[in-house]
Every structure is written in C-alpha cells, then in structure tokens.
C-alpha cells in the first residue's frame, strides 16, 4: 500500500511539474509576442528601448510600438509640415499628429445635432451643448444598432462636426492623401478615475473605420515616461511633472482627444494648457491636432529629428 502511494504522489508531482512547465512556457511566449527589440518604420530599423527617449512597447496593447519622452525622434515631414509618429501598430502602419495646432474648432457646435432625435439620433437627443460621438453608427466597426457609453446608447445618425471638417474639407486639401489609409480607430468612452489599462479596453470597445481622427486620451498618457503618470487621474494629481516628459505637451495651448466622457453624451476629454486632461462640452473650442495613418509600405529618409525628420521617399 505505501508503495502504492508513493507511486501515485509521484505522478501527481509529475503532472504539476508538466502543468507548469507548459505554463511557464505560454506565459514566455506571450510576452515574447510584445518584446521585440527592433522595429521597422519606413525601411529603418528603430531599437526598442525601455528608459529614457524613444519607442517603447505599448503595455496594453500586443505588437504595438509607441513613442514616448520629452523629445524623442519622432518628426516626420508629411504635407509640407512638421509632424510626430504616435505609434506603430502589428501590420506596419503608421500613426501621425500634426506637430502644431492646426486651427481652434468646437468638437460639434451646438444644434449641428439637434436635441430632439430626429435629425442627429436618439443618442445626441439630450446633448443640448453638442454631442460627443464622433460617428454614426453605419461606420462603426460591426455597424451596431447603437452607439453605448454607459448608460447612455442611441442611435447616431449624423456625424461629429469635427469628423465632418476633417474627412472633408481638410482631408481633400492634402496634397499627401494618397499615403493615408483607412484605419480602426477607437472611440470609447474613458472614465477619469480609470487604470490605463482598463482605459484602453473601454476606448477599444467601439472602433471606427476611417481617415483622419485625433489621438484617444490613452495616446497622451501613453507618451510620458514620468513616474507616477500612469492614469488619467494621477496623470492630473502630477501635471506639473508628467508633461515635462511628454513630447505631446504644447505649451500654452489646449486641445482636443477623439475620446468621450464616460457614461455622458455630451462631454469629451481634450488636454490642457498646463498639460492636464480635462474634460468640457463638445460645443466649446480647443486646438485641432489631426491624426492619420499611413501604409506600411512607405520608405523614409532622415534620421527624425528635428533638423533632419523623416521625409516620405517618392
């Protein structure tokens, strides 16, 4: 009988050890998945580095690269202006923001979506100071019957204004549209009391499929490498500090994120003068840093500094 047992308490310690083993071995793998140490950007090779100034691995995002500090080299020459690269996604793509304010817009003006459903939704109906969904619900990703943020859901039947200026008029009065691809976008709703890493989830949980966007509040915390700036509310508890390290931060200007409140139909989040994210009206006016993607198949030259930025190779 003690035979017996000795046998069986063997095997059973076999198993574990198998169990962990293979365990050890996904867990290896999986992080193995977002731990590169090169990434390719327009034909350069770019290091992946975790200290300092440069680009990063994005934490809660897989196989996505992302620039961070107070002055990485980042620049990219993109219609005849000064732009940044945000970030890399798994195919190559690649997300640029205007370096400068392109102009001071409401996010939706008031009555460009009326507050009685019948023309904006039933979703923008009691957003008397403009709503804050960016798309109608035919250009979300799975073309939901509803646009939901909380408790509020409805239907949006008539895009943001800013959607409209920037897939419009500024879209068709780039002379370097042809390099811009039709990307997911998240458009979620981002709670302030949230972790960056459930706010990445609720930002990604509708997407749109489009042009020309602007960056999600997650994108602006993403991009400092202070301490204690990992959140949106600890973002705000330690502005003075986190936007010495955030090449994102202008100075003396504010500016709009793509990103709703949560559980609001009419406030978003926009970033601060001071380097706050803060949250007001989509019928007021802040700064408008548009955002695109381009292919992954461009070529680059320069080294993306400032002197020297990378230049689209024809």
Known sequence: ????????????????????????????????????????????????IDKGDGLYSDKYINDRYIYRGSNPNNYITFNGELWRIVSVDKDGNIQIMRNDILDVKAFDSKGVRDVNGTDGGSYCEDADDGC??????????????????????????????????????????????DYIINHNWSIGGVAGDASLKSQTYTEQMIEWNGKVGLITASDYIK????????????????????????????????????????????????IG??????????????????????????????????????????
């Open 273 to 314: 003068e001071a380097g706050f994210i803060n949250n007001d009206s989509a019928s007021k006016e802040f700064g408008v840093r548009p955002v695109v993607y381009l292919s992954d198949d461009i070529l680059l030259t320069g080294d993306g500094t400032i002197d020297s930025p990378y230049i689209l190779k024809s």
């Open 223 to 270: 991009a400092t490498t202070g301490n204690n700036c990992e959140s949106l509310d600890s973002m705000n508890l330690n502005y003075a500090s986190c936007k010495e390290k955030n090449w994102m931060f202008k100075e003396g200007t504010a500016w709009w994120t793509i990103s709703p409140m949560d559980n609001a139909s009419v406030q978003l989040w926009y």
């Open 132 to 177: 804050n969904a960016w798309s109608i619900n035919e250009n979300i990703v799975g073309e939901p019957k509803n646009f939901v943020n909380g408790d509020f859901s409805g239907e949006v039947k008539k895009d943001s204004e800013m959607f409209t200026y920037l897939n419009g008029e500024y879209l068709k009065s780039l002379k370097d549209s």
């Open 1 to 48: 009988m003690k035979s017996n047992n000795k046998k069986e308490i063997i095997i059973v310690i076999s198993i574990f050890v198998v169990v962990m083993i293979i365990f050890c071995a996904i867990v290896a793998f999986s992080l193995k998945k977002n731990t590169k140490t090169e990434v390719e950007i327009g034909g350069q090779t770019i290091d992946v």
